[in-house]
């Protein structure tokens, strides 16, 4: 699949997880670039997921081990800032797996309990973020219905 300019973004997917200082080095507009012409080039919501969660759990807490280096955190208060649109306009249904994986940083080496555990601990960091990003919306009463174009806000 062609990404655009996706590719950036990719190739600082992991190394943002592994040392969030190289964020000092980030082309942020060019990252975001690439993160808009993958999640519009992707057609299911693995994706989605991926880099919902990757901006509103992954990057957070990898923020908290580079805190004494400026531009690396206002770089990552970017990508974390970008997590609202993510889950506005891309995410239709929500992987509480991959949630779960982005809890562990996404480390494949990660020691997990069980399937059954990771499911459950993505699914209630999900329900969190979304309390963080629309809880002013679920306060007065409105639902938060996943369609195909996107988060929908239901009035009360």
């Not at 969660?53 to 770089?75: E, G, H, M, N, W």
């Not at 970008?82 to 239709?92: E, F, G, V, Y």
């Not at 960091?125 to 919306?137: E, M, P, S």
Request: net charge negative; charged share 20%; aromatic share 12%.
């Amino acid at each position: 699949m062609f990404w655009g300019v996706g590719a950036y973004t990719w190739a600082f997917f992991d190394a943002l997880l592994v040392d969030p200082k190289s964020a000092s080095i980030l082309d942020v507009p060019f990252f975001l670039e690439g993160l808009r012409d993958i999640l519009e080039r992707s057609e299911d919501q693995h994706n989605a997921n991926r880099f919902a969660s990757f901006a509103a759990v992954s990057i957070p807490k990898a923020a908290q081990r580079c805190t004494d280096y400026l531009a690396a955190s206002a770089a990552l208060e970017s990508i974390h800032t970008a997590a609202q649109w993510i889950l506005s306009d891309h995410l239709h249904e929500l992987h509480p797996l991959i949630w779960g994986h982005a809890m562990e940083g996404f480390d494949n080496q990660a020691r997990i309990a069980s399937i059954d555990a990771l499911f459950k601990q993505g699914q209630e960091k999900a329900n969190q973020v979304f309390v963080n990003f629309f809880g002013d919306q679920m306060l007065k009463g409105n639902a938060l219905i996943f369609t195909p174009q996107g988060l929908y806000v239901q009035r009360a």
